[in-house]
Structures are given as structure tokens and as C-alpha cells.
């Protein structure tokens, strides 16, 4: 007999490019739909929920699915079983299902992941650094919190000599075989995880959980440049993986502290720069204290307030690449709030002298909006 097999895009309801996710929802859907308990005697709907695992169980597998995508079904034959399908036979079930229709329990889903591998988990760490190790580069010592695998039990939980016993659920097997509607399962001991023993006596050190709380000291180097927000990774130095499982990555996250006279944008820096008005109006050289040592700031003759003047490469270094911003120095033409009577003379003849600035150009600026005012 040659039966027609159906397109396992087709079956799941997916298109040809459906990612991680969208497998899992529509597959979900399906099973829920077509599970045996809900439709108790009714053979078609048992095949429609083999057809959808069987699909599921293939697209999910990057290398079956690329054998698929090229041969179709003859390139996977055999990977999901001429003999029917056995569900229990891949890993995600319990995830997918959790405990709907008691699934986690059935394919022992809970306890299959904890006895799987698995990645330790990323830590974060927030670290502050002024302005000018921001500007420099530094390097930092920190001590980060985490789980290390327990010396004393070698993260078992046990203690070492005679602290485990034979599983009194499984005799020592790890599995046990479930019969629940139309599968005969082999699942993964619920008692010991699958290991076949039982704690008898807890790891004194752990008290049982095999982990022990460190701190690990780290010497890290943080590059001139970064900025609030800025995450260093630090590969493998998160909490340790679950069962022969990668460590997770630290990042450490920055903020910089802001700085009495220096603000910055992007890779420029700014500041302001009072000067008096004769300076402005003759013009003058100016000394300012920068990252690099004093600089002396031109002041151009005529310079008006908020006009800058820009040290070009003395801003800040970029991050991961050559070179540095600008500094741009914006100058803040005061006037004087308070005179003598010496100064106030002086400013009297210059003001006799001066022409009056809202008249001046070809046309006075208030003589253009007159007409608006009357
Ligand atoms: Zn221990
Ligand atoms: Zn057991």
C-alpha cells in the first residue's frame, strides 16, 4: 500500500520559511485539537495528531528539515518511523504541553528537562566609572555573585561517601513505562530525574542543591570611549550550565558619571567658556584645562555669544576604532551685572561712540515688522 503522504508545511498549516516559534503555535494548536482525550474512539482524529507530531518533530530539526526541503519525504524516511510515530520520542513535548491533558507527566517533561543540558543563565552587573576613566580607559576589579558547582558533592547533592541510594521508583533504571491511551511511554523517573538514586543523605556543604554561593573576583579591562548603556560582555563568566551545560556570559553594564564642566555627544565633547565682553569684542587667547592639558582657546575679534570654536581630535576616543571626536568649546559672552563708576564712564563714551544696533544693516530689523505692529 502507497499511501500519499501530505506536505508537513501543509499538515502544520505553516508557510515553507515558519520559524521556531511559529512551528511550535501551530503544532500546539493541532494536538490540542486532535489529542486522543478529547476525541476518545475517533481513529481519524488520532492520525491527524501522529500526522502533526511527526511534522512538527521533523521541521523543528534544522538538519532533517533541510534533508526534507530538498528531497522531501524521501529524504527523511525512516527519521520519523515507518512503524507509526512514537511522540515521546523528542525533548520539547513537556514544553510545549506543560501539564495540559497531564502531557508533562505522560512524557515526563518535567524531569527530562532537568536532566537535560542546559546553559547557565547571563548576569548582569552594573558598573559606574567617572568621566575622566571614561574618557582614559581603565580597568576595574569586581566581584560578581554566583552559583559554583559544590566541591564537596561535585554537584550531586549528596554526600560523598554514602549519601546516595538506589531510586526505590524506577529500581535503579531511570525510567519507567507509562501506558496512557493509545502510547505505551517510557519516561524519564519522576523520583531521581532519571539518574536511577536518590539523595539519602544531603551534601553537608550545599545542603542538597549540589551549588554553593561564590563570589568571583575579575580584573576587567573597560575601553576609553564607552557611554551609559554601553554592555561589556564577558563570555562564560555567568552562572554555570545545568548538567554538563555552557556557562552563561556576564555583562557588565556602565554609566558614567556626569562631569562639573565636560558634556557629551556622541563622540564630541562640550563646554562653555565665559568670557567678558572686551574680549569678545577685541578678540583673545584663552587658556582652558582639558583631558589633554591646558589648550589655548582662540578667541576670534567679534565673537558673539554662543559662537564656538572647535579643537578638533580632543574629544572623545571612539569606541572599538581609531580616532577621537571634537571638543567644542562655546563661548558665553558676560556682561557686566555691576560697574564702577570708573567702568561706567568708559561704557558711556563707548556708548556715544557705538551705533545703535536695531538700526543698523540696510534696514533696521524692527523697521522690517513695523507694519505688523500698527
Ligand atoms: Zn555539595
Ligand atoms: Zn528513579
Known amino acids: 500500500m502507497n499511501v500519499t503522504k501530505r506536505d508537513y508545511y501543509e499538515v502544520l498549516g505553516v508557510s515553507r520559511d515558519a520559524d521556531e516559534q511559529g512551528l511550535k503555535g501551530a503544532y500546539r494548536k493541532l494536538a490540542l485539537k486532535y489529542h486522543p482525550d478529547r476525541n476518545p474512539g475517533d481513529g481519524a482524529a488520532e492520525e491527524k495528531f501522529k500526522e502533526a507530531a511527526e511534522a512538527y518533530s521533523i521541521l523543528t530539526d534544522p538538519q532533517k528539515r533541510a534533508a526534507y526541503d530538498r528531497f ?14 512514537d511522540p515521546s520520542a523528542f525533548q520539547d513535548f513537556g514544553d510545549i504541553f506543560g501539564d495540559l491533558f497531564g502531557f508533562g507527566d505522560l512524557f515526563g517533561g518535567g524531569s527530562k528537562r532537568r536532566n537535560r543540558a542546559q546553559r547557565g543563565d547571563d548576569v548582569r552587573y552594573d558598573l559606574q566609572i567617572t568621566f575622566e576613566d571614561m574618557m582614559r580607559g581603565m580597568t576595574a576589579d569586581i ?3 554566583r552559583m559554583d558547582q559544590c566541591r564537596r558533592c561535585h554537584g550531586k547533592g549528596a554526600e560523598p561517601e554514602d549519601g546516595l541510594t538506589t531510586c526505590p521508583m524506577c529500581h535503579g533504571r531511570g525510567e519507567v513505562v ?10 524519564t523517573c519522576n523520583q531521581c530525574g532519571g539518574r536511577g538514586q536518590i539523595i539519602r543523605r544531603p551534601c553537608q556543604d550545599c545542603r542538597g542543591e549540589g551549588y554553593v554561593r561564590t ?12 557611554d551609559t548603556g554601553t554592555q561589556l560582555r564577558l563570555a562564560n563568566e555567568g552562572q554555570p550550565g545545568v548538567n554538563g551545560g555552557p556557562n552563561g556570559d556576564l555583562y557588565v553594564v556602565i554609566s558614567v558619571k ?5 558634556e557629551r555627544h556622541e563622540e564630541n565633547l562640550h563646554c562653555r567658556l565665559p568670557i567678558n565682553i572686551a574680549q569678545a569684542a577685541l578678540g583673545a587667547d584663552v587658556q582652558i584645562y582639558t583631558f589633554d592639558g591646558p589648550q ?26 581609531h580616532g577621537r571626536g571634537d571638543l567644542v568649546v562655546h563661548v558665553d559672552v558676560k556682561i ?5 563708576r570708573e567702568q561706567r564712564k568708559l561704557f558711556e563714551q563707548l556708548g556715544e561712540m557705538l551705533p545703535n544696533e536695531s538700526e543698523t544693516g540696510e534696514k533696521g530689523i524692527f523697521e522690517k515688522v513695523k507694519d505688523y505692529f500698527v
Do not use: C, D, W
Open 72 to 85: 522531501g519525504h524521501a529524504g527523511v524516511q525512516g527519521a520519523a518511523g515507518q512503524g507509526g510515530f
Open 143 to 145: 566581584k560578581v555573585p
Open 178 to 187: 507509562y501506558q496512557q491511551s493509545f502510547l505505551s511511554v517510557r519516561r
Open 215 to 226: 563570589e568571583r573576583k575579575l580584573n576587567i579591562k573597560i575601553p576609553p570611549g564607552v
Open 258 to 262: 556626569e562631569h562639573p564642566v565636560y
Open 296 to 321: 589655548m582657546v582662540k578667541v576670534p575679534e567679534g565673537t558673539q555669544s554662543g559662537n564656538s570654536v572647535r579643537l578638533r581630535g580632543l574629544g572623545v576616543p571612539r569606541l572599538n576604532s
Open 336 to 340: 557686566p551685572s555691576k560697574l564702577t
